[in-house]
């Protein structure tokens, strides 16, 4: 199976219609903010599923219920809810969507107790692909003067569920890190300024790939 993985588009989607021009890939994977609302066309957003089935999470630029009303050619909805768990080609895939924060002000935040329970529903069902907005602290989320972006949340969360490959955004810097077991976690980057990445994946091996437009 053919995976292109994006994210912060912030309201331009033209590097997405130009990396699935690219790379033809069996399934779209967003990490979020495709963009506020009033920033992102809803003709070209729904547009997207008939070139290839998309998979999502939130971030914090997002219209929140224009992604949960939008849906593949299929009928299914592109947005992956908590604790859901998607298949595809034999692959099982799960999303966690948000910002870390200590409260609920805000739509797009999630506490420590959310990303907790999300996991906690999750483990052990056999989660191939974990996508969140947020990041795993220490883990692909480093930041320009090599601070850490991330959260002990996901970190958790990733440590839970177990998956093989683990992607996330919202920092904007695109990088990857291997565990010794050869689980991978990347952070998708800046879609917005060319971003995006490739996984060729089965049941036993991941091929990873990052492209700049």
């Not at 999630?110 to 052990?124: E, H, R």
Request: proline fraction near 4%; glycine fraction near 10%; charge should be negative.
């Amino acid at each position: 199976m053919k995976i292109a993985a994006v994210a912060d588009m912030h309201g331009d989607l033209r590097n997405v219609f130009r990396a699935i021009e690219a790379c033809r890939p069996d399934l779209l994977l967003s990490c979020g903010d495709w963009g506020d609302l009033r920033e992102t066309d809803p003709a070209a957003f729904r547009a997207l599923p008939a070139d290839v089935p998309v998979l999502t999470v939130y971030g914090n630029h997002d219209d929140i219920d224009f992604l949960s009303a939008a849906a593949n050619n299929d009928g299914s909805p592109i947005l992956m809810s908590p604790g859901e768990v998607r298949e595809r080609d034999g692959l099982r895939f799960a999303g966690i969507s948000g910002i870390w924060a200590k409260s609920h002000r805000k739509p797009y935040y999630v506490t420590d107790d959310d990303v907790a329970q999300i996991a906690s529903g999750l483990a052990g069902r056999g989660v191939d692909v974990l996508v969140s907005h947020g990041c795993a602290i220490g883990l692909a989320d480093t930041v320009p003067g090599g601070r850490h972006g991330g959260h002990r949340c996901f970190l958790n969360a990733f440590q839970v569920i177990a998956p093989r490959l683990y992607l996330c955004g919202h920092l904007h810097v695109a990088q990857e890190h291997v565990l010794n077991d050869g689980r991978i976690i990347v952070n998708v980057g800046y879609t917005c300024e060319g971003d995006y990445w490739t996984f060729e994946i089965n049941q036993k091996e991941i091929e990873v790939r990052h492209h700049r437009l």
